[in-house]
């Protein structure tokens, strides 16, 4: 079955956005808890981040694959920056951007980046890697009911993220990109539940 891919991202993009606006409400209301400040900051970050790629044929090509999936990358960092101010302890600046910085230099190697297979790969393993992350952060201090949901959700998340590099090598065409197969729709609908539950439980995790 094939979708359209502008209303799959189009809702993805609406997801992240809401998320993240009403993660920044709830901080307003309780500023002592940065882990939603962070996390909602993350999510309209990536939100901006897949705007900018899905509009890659309307902008120069290489600006949209370099630029959005940075911004998605950097908006997930924060995010982890957030699970570790939950456990009050510090995000070093260079952590948060180092999984941009490492694809911004991919994205300036051509031989390895005109690999879509190879491009699908790098992209995958720094965003699950910053999932991993974060979800061991929020599993580890103070034990609290709400974590292990939360570090569930990630992990299972960073799985489903992984699972497009095997989905990529074995059905995707070479110089074709993974979103324009019917692979999408799986792809955007499992991201758009993750974010939205996400919200949910890290708005618990804190009350």
């Not at 606006?21 to 309780?30: G, T």
């Not at 044929?57 to 995010?79: F, K, N, S, Y």
């Not at 065409?173 to 539940?193: F, K, N, R, S, Y």
Request: glycine fraction near 12%; charge should be neutral; hydrophobic fraction near 55%.
């Amino acid at each position: 079955m094939w979708f359209d891919p502008t209303t799959l991202f189009a809702g993805l993009i609406a997801s992240l956005t809401v998320s993240g606006l009403v993660l920044l409400w709830s901080w307003y209301e309780d500023q002592s808890e940065l882990i939603l400040a962070r996390g909602g900051s993350g999510f309209l970050l990536a939100g901006l981040g897949a705007a900018v790629f899905a509009a890659r044929d309307d902008i120069p090509h290489e600006l949209g694959q370099m630029v959005g999936p940075g911004m998605v990358m950097l908006g997930i960092g924060i995010t982890w920056a957030g699970a570790r101010a939950f456990n009050r302890r510090p995000a070093p600046l260079w952590v948060i951007g180092l999984g941009t910085v490492l694809w911004i230099g991919f994205t300036l190697t051509p031989p390895l980046f005109e690999s879509t297979h190879v491009r699908t790969a790098v992209g995958c393993a720094i965003i699950a890697s910053y999932l991993l992350l974060a979800a061991l952060e929020i599993r580890s201090g103070a034990p609290l009911r709400g974590r292990t949901p939360l570090a569930v959700l990630l992990m299972l998340h960073a799985l489903f993220v992984m699972l497009r590099v095997p989905l990529s090598l074995g059905f995707v065409p070479p110089g074709v990109v993974p979103v324009q197969t019917q692979w999408l729709g799986a792809i955007v609908l499992e991201g758009m539940v993750f974010v939205q539950i996400c919200a949910v439980l890290l708005i618990a995790l804190t009350k």
